[in-house]
């Protein structure tokens, strides 16, 4: 592993990883909220892009998520814009209850069917008892500009926020040109929706934690299955320690 992680890290001749600090976060957001609340398969399958109600209650959740983050993204130095990022964010048990007392305040249909869908993923097994552990760096989103595809951003901003969790986990955080956490992660993990990033975790070791079946879950009288490509069977809440 690197001897220290100075952001921006040069990737490729025109582009760069970068931590996603208060410069960033309106366009970091505005990514997710263009790629992500379309395109994941949770939020597609529960419509959220057709609702504008959805969609602002989103966009707080993406911007309170982005408070004190480890989000990193790729920018791309000939226009200086963002193209790419990975919203990474250190959890424990306290702020687990924070964040969803902010969720319970959303009312459409669609925040609480996700909602509904995150606990029984996320919660149906405490990761935290289970390996006898505080703290988590949970991989939440990650999204890539239409036009920026391709060109391997997820798994290289995945890479980065590896060694960043390594780093933390490792008490090595003065190695990291990024500011102090509350807490040091002992795991990394993810909710995996999409056959793609379950492939990229699983060649990383990462363990199946908890497993839903699309076919099990659905939203206004359709299931997932009947909405999302087929290839895509499960819902995977995956982690490694740390």
Request: net charge negative; proline share 2%; aromatic share 10%.
């Amino acid at each position: 592993m690197d001897a220290n992680i100075m952001f921006p890290v040069k990737f490729r001749d025109q582009f760069e990883v970068v931590w996603i600090s208060n410069e960033y976060q309106h366009e970091a957001a505005e990514i997710i909220i263009s790629d992500f609340a379309v395109n994941e398969n949770l939020c597609h399958a529960t419509e959220l892009s057709k609702s504008s109600e959805s969609l602002n209650e989103f966009r707080h959740w993406v911007n309170v998520l982005l408070e004190d983050s480890v989000t990193l993204g790729i920018r791309d130095t000939e226009t200086n814009k963002l193209v790419s990022v990975c919203l990474n964010k250190i959890l424990y048990k306290e702020e687990n209850k924070r964040l969803e007392k902010i969720f319970e305040t959303y009312r459409s249909k669609t925040m609480e069917k996700i909602a509904e869908v995150l606990s029984e993923a996320e919660c149906t097994v405490d990761i935290y008892e289970k390996w006898d552990i505080e703290a988590v760096l949970e991989v939440i989103m990650m999204s890539t500009l239409n036009n920026y595809l391709g060109k391997g951003f997820a798994q290289e901003l995945f890479k980065q926020s590896m060694k960043v969790a390594q780093k933390l986990a490792s008490g090595n955080e003065n190695d990291l040109n990024i500011p102090r956490q509350k807490k040091v992660p002992q795991a990394v993990v993810s909710l995996l929706t999409s056959l793609y990033t379950q492939k990229i975790f699983h060649k990383m070791n990462f363990e199946i934690i908890h497993e839903i079946p699309i076919d099990q879950l659905e939203y206004n009288g359709k299931k997932f299955s009947e909405v999302l490509d087929p290839m895509h069977k499960t819902f995977q809440y995956c982690a490694i320690k740390l």
